[in-house]
């Protein structure tokens, strides 16, 4: 028997379930339910995620706080897995007290591996609500994100923190080509190769302006991104 571990796409909880999540979590439950019968040790996870500017600005407009909000939300999509008796082995909500926890563990452990590894910064740049990120020019058309065309671009400056992504861009390469770390279909494998060679960049890892989050460790003026 061999362990096979599932995930999906967290799901934004800042509107209710529709076709779309249904699509992704249909089909990740038949991959599920298929390595089961093969006898494989299945591990099913879904979930939802809770902190977000997008959510709290939900949380806002149907005058509910965000926890309020989040808790209806919640109930509307574990009956939406219950009607399309999806098999998933857990469900885990970003505001549980064991997910702050094991973020808030995997933050204090890298920082005691490899301490520059987080570092602060100013970030200035193109921020995308949808997103939740800073847009770079290559993802730009029209002044408008590509993936969000319909939304306002918003210019921000803010502190940050940092994760030095940079520093790992030779290990990953190598792994890959080596077949250390399996990327499976090829076209996929292909696609990392040619991002990585592109080069990596340093990613935020915490907002200043979000209070509606998982606090920084350390730093209690910023909240982790995005979990």
């Known amino acids: 028997m061999s362990k096979f571990y599932l995930t999906t796409a967290i799901d934004y909880s800042n509107g209710d379930p529709h076709l779309g ?9 038949c991959i599920a339910r298929y390595r089961r019968l093969r006898g494989d040790d ?17 949380a806002e407009q149907n005058g509910s706080s965000p926890q309020e909000w989040v808790d209806r939300m919640a109930e509307r ?10 098999s998933h082995d857990d469900w885990i909500r970003t505001t549980e007290a064991r997910h702050r926890e094991g973020v808030t563990a995997l933050l204090e452990l890298i920082r005691s591996r490899n301490p520059d590894d987080l570092f602060a ?6 921020y995308c609500i949808g997103c939740e990120e800073f847009k770079q020019p290559a993802q730009i058309v029209d002044g408008h994100c590509i993936e969000h065309p319909t939304l306002e671009l918003i210019p921000t400056r803010e502190r940050n923190h940092f994760f030095r992504l940079s520093r790992y861009r030779d290990p990953l390469l190598e ?3 080596s077949g250390e770390l399996r990327v499976e279909p090829a076209i996929r494998r292909n696609e990392m190769v040619r991002l990585l ?12 302006r979000l ?3 998982i606090p920084f460790p350390g730093d ?7 979990w």
């Open 21 to 29: 999540h249904a699509l992704e979590k249909v089909g990740a439950d």
């Open 42 to 58: 299945v591990h099913f996870l879904m979930g939802m995620d809770e902190h977000s500017q997008a959510v709290l600005q939900a």
């Open 77 to 86: 999509f574990e009956d939406f897995w219950r009607r399309l008796d999806c």
């Open 121 to 126: 910064g100013e970030y200035e740049g193109l």
């Open 175 to 177: 792994r890959i080509r």
């Open 197 to 208: 060679e592109d080069g990596l960049q340093d990613i935020s890892v915490s907002r200043q």
């Open 211 to 213: 209070a509606w989050g």
């Open 220 to 226: 209690p003026e910023q909240t982790v991104y995005v």
